[in-house]
């Protein structure tokens, strides 16, 4: 039906847009990127030096001291995905679109995830070497992080949508946000361990699989429903 | 046509307004006029569905604007106070995103043959953060040339712009309005704008 199809291509073209928008700003603002890639760099470049070159202890500590980084350096970065457009007032233009806002906000939530979370990914394996961990393992690392940092960046986006505004919003978010993390945390990180002790990783996986689907259905329409709230 | 009928806001225990009625119909123009804190900003924000009013209802062509949900959107052009504009985009960029958002793709070539029309004349690729205040105004009033709605809702278009640039907006909204547009506006500069009818809503 020829309908049908014009309106799906203009919601792509929407969805286009904003993350073209967004990639745009994040390029003329390279500050605010190159923070969270940074912040990310050094605590996990700092706990290797600060624990001294005991090769085991570094192998199992590692999947958990650079899966925490990862989920404090996508905390750090929440605050910015509404804030700006809060406050020049685009974020008012966007709530008035006619297109579907849990589709615009879905953009948003994909080019947070291509600013902050996917340098965390490629970073990721070179910040491993420091741990001595073997070759599986780094690729292990990298892929549970490819499919962990979306899911901060979708469930991020609720409480930094329910936080606009609010004075001290930067505390308040962490604490909406945290115990959601933790889920992810803990499968995320023990995907890499369990490769590490040489067992199956698969069921981490399919549980962070899980999460990252339920969080796609569910988080863009949450969010949505936040902002008209939080604006309104 | 869009009613309002019985609106009242109220922002912690302080009621801003209440009982708040009107009706305008296409090619009428509709001035809120009262004094700072008097809810003027609140009031046009629930005509353009961004709030809720407190009790009350607000009905576009007899159907409350809430039931109508993102098609109300079609309808309406809402220019707030704060202006829109991204202070790390260029006049161009702004002004083909905030129409994309309103539905409208534009190229660049459109794009900037409308800045020069609202007197943005080499100015076009300039980063926002360059631009005067009036400047800034005018790239985001120039999303009017732009839009094919039926009703505008300006909350003080007129603030940071000299006198060619009201003469223009004047020019704009009475052509919109001759077409059958209807307007909502705040101001507290008096303009005189030709309308089949002028109504005033005083906020006190």
């Given at each position: ?5 014009r ?95 849990s ?16 340098p ?13 961990l ?52 803990i ?30 259905v ?15 | ?5 019985n ?101 660049e ?51 940071a ?20 547009g ?10 005189d ?12």
């Amino acid at each position: 039906m020829p309908p049908q199809r014009r309106i799906n291509y203009t919601f792509l073209n929407m969805l286009i847009w904003i993350i073209r928008r967004d990639l745009l700003l994040a390029m003329r603002r390279q500050a605010d990127v190159l923070t969270t890639l940074f912040f990310f760099i050094i605590v996990v470049s700092l706990f290797p030096l600060g624990v001294g070159p005991e090769m085991n202890t570094l192998r199992i500590m590692a999947p958990g001291v650079v899966w925490v980084a990862a989920l404090l350096a996508s905390m750090l970065s929440l605050g910015r995905i509404f804030s700006t457009d809060y406050l020049d007032g685009t974020l008012e233009q966007i709530l008035l679109s006619p297109t579907s806002l849990s589709l615009l906000v879905l953009g948003k939530m994909f080019s947070h995830w291509l600013v902050t979370g996917v340098p965390l990914v490629l970073m990721a394996p070179v910040l491993g070497i420091q741990y001595d961990l073997p070759a599986n393992a780094l690729f292990v690392l990298t892929l549970s992080l490819l499919l962990g940092t979306p899911i901060l960046s979708l469930i991020g986006a609720i409480g930094a949508a329910l936080t606009l505004g609010l004075r001290g919003g930067g505390v308040l978010v962490s604490l909406l946000v945290l115990p959601l993390y933790i889920p992810v945390l803990i499968f995320g990180a023990g995907a890499v361990e369990a490769s590490i002790a040489g067992l199956g990783f698969e069921a981490h996986f399919s549980l962070l699989g899980a999460f990252l689907l339920v969080s796609l259905v569910f988080a863009p329409w949450t969010t949505a429903a936040s902002l008209r709230i939080s604006v309104g | 046509m869009l009613q309002g009928s019985n609106l009242e806001c109220i922002r912690g225990d302080r009621v801003l307004f209440s009982g708040i009625n009107f009706s305008i119909k296409p090619g009428e123009l509709m001035q809120v006029r009262g004094p700072n804190g008097s809810g003027k900003t609140s009031l046009l924000r629930m005509l353009c569905g961004l709030a809720v009013p407190n009790s009350g209802e607000i009905r576009w062509n007899s159907s409350n604007i809430r039931s109508l949900g993102e098609d109300y959107f079609n309808i309406v052009t809402y220019l707030g106070h704060l202006s829109g504009v991204k202070d790390d985009l260029t006049a161009i960029e702004n002004l083909r995103i905030t129409s994309a958002l309103a539905g409208i793709e534009i190229d660049e070539k459109k794009a900037s043959k409308v800045l020069q029309e609202m007197g943005l004349e080499g100015r076009e690729t300039l980063l926002a953060k360059v631009l005067s205040q009036g400047q800034k105004r005018r790239v985001a009033l120039a999303r009017l040339l732009l839009a094919r709605t039926k009703l505008w809702i300006l909350d003080e278009p007129l603030t940071a712009l000299d006198i060619s640039a009201i003469e223009l907006i004047k020019k704009i909204l009475e052509q919109y309005l001759a077409q059958g547009g209807m307007v909502i506006l705040t101001t507290h500069q008096e303009i005189d704008i030709a309308a089949t009818a002028t109504h005033q809503l005083y906020l006190s």
